[in-house]
């Protein structure tokens, strides 16, 4: 049994597509991930669409010269912007807030949000 199609799970996530559907926000530091970004946002793509959850993916690059940026603006392309967020040169930008969530002072994340590194 997939552990996502549960009613409590279902209960807990919300349905997709509905106002009580939680987004999944993952926190994604790259540094020089040009050919294992696609491979990654593919793979949390699959998950999160086959289990109809609401989901977007913060691909935090830290300057990285080997394009990496340029990958993203890509998959945002493909994917879509409000799925595929770009930050450059901003390690500062999602910060921990005391063990409470986390801060975003450009945008509002999910309320399930994980670091991925």
């Not at 999944?24 to 949390?44: A, D, F, G």
């Not at 998959?75 to 969530?101: M, Q």
Request: proline share 6%; aromatic share 12%; hydrophobic share 40%.
């Amino acid at each position: 049994m997939n552990p996502f199609e549960s009613t409590v799970s279902l209960d807990m996530q919300g349905r997709f597509s509905t106002p009580n559907t939680h987004k999944y926000s993952v926190i994604l530091p790259t540094y020089n991930e040009r050919k294992n970004l696609p491979v990654i946002v593919w793979l949390l793509a699959k998950i999160f669409g086959e289990n109809q959850l609401a989901w977007e993916i913060i691909v935090v690059d830290d300057a990285s010269p080997d394009g990496t940026q340029e990958i993203a603006k890509q998959l945002a392309g493909v994917y879509g912007e409000n799925k595929i967020v770009g930050l450059r040169n901003c390690s500062y930008c999602i910060l921990p807030n005391a063990g409470t969530g986390f801060e975003a002072p450009y945008r509002e994340i999910g309320s399930w949000h994980t670091f991925m590194g």
